[in-house]
């Protein structure tokens, strides 16, 4: 059986139960703050066991794609080192809001698994929860009790808390569950060890395949815990692990779910894989780690430096790194595996495919930049390796390890990698503080206490109303108290509101919330899961009196006006570049629009220009909205209405036209009622965000007009200061390049006086030993003043050691030149003797073996660097 018809036979099977199936949600998630990626099949649904929203089915199925790399959820180390964890992987799961319960999940997980898929039932054991003492918690004896229906009670196995009861967080829905486990061992290996010995016990072919949770708690923010009125089945089944039992493999990786990738890396690196455990690793890492970067980028999350961006460079970087020292591609090649994966996966998640050009255009520059520093990095690494062996050391210090992050990219995960190969480790506490120290953190992101919802009135249901007004009276539903850097703020969740809630790149309103003679800032709206939350600094007198909410009409109506002028840019991109071209991110607030779309150039400024026309031009002919509520999603489709990927759509969709024939789009911000309201678009910037993602920025209405007249301001002092010439261009191009020949005569005239400075050094060295030392404390105009004199000595001294302390426009700096001969006979180190220099004057550096630099703060400091310097000589002459 394929792993396509295993998947579709879990579908079928659930429909046949009554249950919706449902498309996967994409696996950046982006309203709710409290995860980066979806790492559960129940994460979609949250909002339904909070009681945020009622479930539209009661019943439903689906296959998630989830991402386990951060957090609790930390797999990352283990992935390709065994052949059970993934980073990326798919959650079939089944879903009961309120309806079946224990008796039904059980059975129908019984039946599909034995009666469908036909797995041996004496290969399987079930876990049920054993109770907590401490929680005041009891067996689950309902669950064991329907279990001896299907199984022998010796197969039903008791779990503690930490296998048998799943939480959300710290607060919120949680129960007991109970799993299956499959022991795909050989005969032989059966016989001689009980595979109940071996459950939960990390064993990689006696493996959970599923888990079936009770939801029938929630956890308040004191710890105790309260029965659900309503309890719920949520369920989760590991398809790569499914498909391991089904095809008999004994790993993962031998399922066709991976060996397509597998067998193309192994074709193109000219290596078998089964022949050795070094490249199989590698080509697992890279088969497992294609998928988790190619549906990031896909749902709209790009390599970054920071947050979830980070998380995907941090994967991509590793698989880099697998292939070109175990497989020997030194050039870019996982680019090529996305084709592979979307032929793969086109017929059940598509979004891969329909933009399979832009996903492998990102990874290959990713590949590109990181290859670049690859080989310098791993060729330093060397270099540790052997003065730590020197030194007869195991640990690579903070500094050193961040310095491999800062000059080579290298993420820490990554060192502590290499560092496991080689039989050492990282002081990883030691990086934590370079990294604060580099960046200058003031502070991580302070801590948030929040406290539970107080409840004021029953009501399931919020109605936004800030579609047609800006004014309403509404009632308080609950309210919570959050603590956010010692500041107390709330939390308000009303009935009714017109205020809009941050999302789709549209920020939250603002305004004011009324009770008689009270008026109460709302200094944000936020979208948690579904639920929209009001924020203020006080809570109105009367928690149960109707409150006037007010939105700021102002802030309302500018950020319209930038909202509306995305969609037609939007358009207009397409008409001028292509139809290649799609949102990868956006910002539109009361001052300023910022559009990220899929281009792999720079946009000419003729484009440009084009651009910009074709939009006024829309907003001169002052087009009415077309807004269409609840709208079938399939029928808005049929209609070319332009969808965002990574965006989550239900069954209904609010479509917005601006002119049938050029602007139709799926939204759930906020618009003007006509696009003259606009009144002016103008282009302030375009820029390169990422490969492949080019970014406009953009100003409209009174913005757009104010900016427009600086620039004829700044114009007009321009041409004043240049006497008015006739032709400004012409005289600005002359005054630059008179500019350019100064400062070639200035370049010539500093090399001139580096040259004599060195001359005049040469004959101040001293012997130590056989070793030339130059000690010099000198004013320079710049570091590189400082390079060039150091460079201009090594050529002309033999068995050079050179420290030069050098004030540069009254700022310390240190340079240590060790000639080549004596790095390779003595083991001379410029970069380690720069570390300890620097020390006297409060700064900090690094380099290369035969020339180091250093800046500092301490500037009385350079005359104790210079006495330094020759103790350090003798030690190592």
Known sequence: MTSAEIRQQFLDFFASKGHQIVPSAPIVNKNDPTLMFTNAGMNQFKDYFLGNETPKYRRIADTQKCLRVSGKHNDLEEVGIDTYHHTMFEMLGNWSFGDYFKEEAIAWSWELLTTVYKLPKDRLYVTIFEGDDKEKLARDTEAYNFWKKWIAEDRILLGNKKDNFWEMGEQGPCGPCSEIHVDLRSEEEVKAVDGKTLVNNDHPQVVEIWNNVFIQFNRKADGSLEELPDKHVDTGMGFERLCMAIQKKRSNYDTDVFTPMIDFV??????????????????????????????????????????????????????????????????PFLYKLVAVLADQLAHVFPELKSQQDFVAKVVQEEEISFLRTLDIGLSKLDQIREELKAKKATVIDGKTAFELYDTFGFPLDLIQLIARENGLSVDEAGFDVEMDAQKQRSKKAASVETSDWTIITEDDEVEFVGYDHLISTSRIIKYRQVKTKGKDQYQLVLDTTPFYAESGGQAGDTGLLVQGDQKIKVLNTQKENNLIIHITEQLPADLKAPVDCKVNVLQRSLTENNHSATHLLHAALKQVLGSHVNQKGSLVNESVLRFDFSHFSKVTEEELKQIELIVNQKIRENISLNERRNVPIEEAKKLGAMALFGEKYGEYVRMITFDDSFSRELCGGTHVSSTGKIGFFKITSESSVAAGVRRIEALTATAAEVFVDQQQTTLAKITELMKNPKDLVKSLEDLLEERVALQKQLDEYQSEKSKAIAKALKDTAEKVGDINLIRAKLALPSVDAMRQVAYDLKQTVDNLLLVLAVNVDGKPNIAVMISDNLVADKGLNASQMIRELSKEIQGGGGGQPFYATAGGKEINGLDKVIAKAKDLVQVNA
């Open 266 to 331: 192994a074709k193109a690196a000219g290596i078998k894989y089964g022949a050795d455990e070094k490249t199989d690793i590698a080509m697992r890492v890279m088969a497992d780690h294609i998928r988790a970067i190619s549906f990031v980028i896909a749902d709209g999350q790009l390599p970054s430096n920071n947050k979830a961006g980070y998380v995907i460079r941090r994967i991509l970087r590793r698989a880099v790194r697998y292939a070109y020292t175990f497989l020997n591609l030194k050039e």
